[in-house]
C-alpha cells in the first residue's frame, strides 16, 4: 500500500523573519512546504517596500531550497481594506485596517490563490496557537509580548481550520536565534512596524494625501478654546502628540490628550493628565461580532470573560451580555483608557480567543460630564 503523501502547506513569505522560521519550523516537521509572496500595496515613493520585501522572500525561499509563489492582491486589498479604511475616517471613527487585512485578505484572497495552488494547509509567521481537533480553535502564543489574537479574532472560522501557525510555541529571541543558526540571510532584518500602506512615513503625513478634514477649534474641558484643528480625521481618543497646544499661564503643566470629538460642533474636545477621568470609561458596546467557535452559551444572560480593546493590552476581566441589534454590552471591572470607536473589542476566556466586534460607543466619561451640546464620538 502506498505510503500516504505528505501534507503541502503554503506559507506567506513576506521576507521578515518570522515567516520565514515558521517555513523553517513546518520543513523540520516533516511538510512539503512552499511559499507565497503576496503584493498589497504599491506606491512609488521611498516609504514603499516592497521591492525589498519580495527580493528578501525570493533570499529565504533559495535558503530553504523551497519554490516560492508570487502573487499581487493590491486590487482586492483596495476593495476590501483601503476603501473602507477611507470611509471610516470620514465617519470620525478610527479603523485598525489590520484586522480587516487578515480576515479579507491573508486569509481570505491568499487562502483561496494557495487552495488552487494544491495547499491543505496554509501557514503564517503571526504569533498565536491553533488547534484543529475535532474543531479549530484559537489561543494565546507563548510569547505575550507579541502575541497576534487580537489582529486574528475576525478570521474566518473555515480559515482557521485550514491554518498552522508554526511560531505560536516560540518566543521572538528563539525565533532570531533559529534564523541565525540556519543562516537565514534575513535573521537580523528589522520588524516591519504600522500599516502595510502606510510604511514608515509621518501617518498624517500619509492621510493629508487621501483625507480631507475641516480645521475646527480645540476646546479644553470647560469648553474653552485653546487652540485650533487641522480636521477631526487626522486625530485619535488618547492622541497626546501633534495637539500643538504647549503650556498655558491658565493650566497646569501636564500633557494634554484627546478625550472626544465634537462631530457636529467640528470640535477636538482635550483634557490635561493621562488618567483624566474624562478618558476613562468603564462599558462600552461593540457590533458586527464575529465568533470563531460560535457565539458562547449564556451570553444572553451575561457571561464573565476577559478583553482587550487594543493590541498588546493586557486581557482585563469583563461581564458581557448580548443585547438586540446583535451588539454586546460590556462592563469592565476597571476602567478602560480611551476605548475608540471603530477600533475592536476582543474576548477571551482563559487563553482561548473567542472572537470580538468593532467599539461602537463607550460609556459615560467617569466623574465628569462634557460641556452642554457636545455630540461626541
Not at 503541502?8 to 516537521?29: H, K
Not at 489590520?98 to 481570505?108: E, L, M, Q, T, W
Request: net charge neutral; aromatic share 8%.
Amino acid at each position: 500500500m502506498a505510503e500516504a503523501p505528505q501534507k503541502l502547506v503554503i506559507v506567506g513569505l513576506s521576507g521578515g523573519v518570522d515567516s520565514a522560521v515558521a517555513a523553517l519550523c513546518l520543513l523540520r516537521e516533516g511538510y512539503r512546504v512552499r511559499g507565497l509572496h503576496m503584493t498589497n500595496w504599491e506606491d512609488a515613493n521611498e516609504y514603499c517596500t516592497a521591492g525589498t520585501d519580495l527580493a528578501d522572500a525570493r533570499r529565504v525561499a533559495a535558503d530553504l531550497g523551497i519554490p516560492l509563489h508570487e502573487a499581487n492582491f493590491s486590487r482586492q486589498y483596495r476593495a476590501a481594506v483601503f476603501e473602507d479604511f477611507l470611509r471610516e475616517l470620514g465617519a470620525g471613527r478610527t479603523p485598525n485596517p489590520d484586522v480587516a487585512c487578515n480576515r479579507h485578505i491573508k486569509f481570505g484572497v491568499f487562502l483561496e490563490h494557495a487552495t488552487r495552488l494544491g495547499a491543505d494547509f496554509i501557514a503564517t509567521g503571526h504569533y498565536a496557537r491553533v488547534t484543529h481537533d475535532p474543531e479549530p480553535r484559537l489561543f494565546r502564543s507563548s510569547d505575550r509580548d507579541k502575541d497576534q489574537t487580537y489582529f486574528l479574532h475576525s478570521i474566518e472560522r473555515a480559515a482557521l481550520a485550514r491554518t498552522l501557525f508554526p511560531l505560536g510555541a516560540l518566543e521572538k529571541h528563539a525565533v532570531r536565534r533559529l534564523a541565525r543558526e540556519y543562516g537565514l540571510a534575513n535573521h537580523a532584518k528589522k520588524d516591519s512596524t504600522g500599516i502595510c500602506f502606510v510604511g514608515e512615513r509621518p501617518f498624517r503625513q500619509f492621510l493629508a494625501e487621501h483625507v480631507s478634514g475641516k480645521s475646527g477649534p480645540i476646546l479644553n474641558s470647560a469648553g474653552q478654546k485653546v487652540g485650533e484643528h487641522i480636521g477631526l480625521p487626522f486625530y485619535t481618543l488618547g492622541q497626546r502628540e501633534g495637539l500643538k497646544v504647549g503650556g498655558r499661564n491658565d493650566s497646569l503643566q501636564s500633557p494634554w490628550f484627546v478625550a472626544a470629538k465634537d462631530l457636529a460642533g467640528n470640535a477636538l474636545i482635550i483634557v490635561q493628565g493621562r488618567d483624566h477621568p474624562w478618558l476613562l470609561r468603564q462599558e462600552l458596546r461593540a457590533g458586527e461580532l464575529r465568533w470563531l467557535a460560535g457565539e458562547p452559551a449564556g451570553l444572553d444572560t451575561g457571561l464573565e470573560l476577559h478583553a482587550r480593546i487594543r493590541h498588546r493590552q493586557l486581557p482585563t476581566r469583563c461581564h458581557v451580555r448580548s443585547v438586540p441589534g446583535g451588539q454586546i454590552e460590556v462592563v469592565f471591572a476597571m476602567a478602560q483608557r480611551t476605548p475608540t470607536p471603530g477600533q475592536y473589542l476582543v474576548l477571551y476566556r482563559g487563553e482561548e480567543c473567542l472572537g470580538g466586534g468593532v467599539i461602537l460607543e463607550s460609556g459615560e466619561m467617569q466623574a465628569a460630564a462634557l460641556p452642554a451640546n457636545l455630540a461626541t464620538a
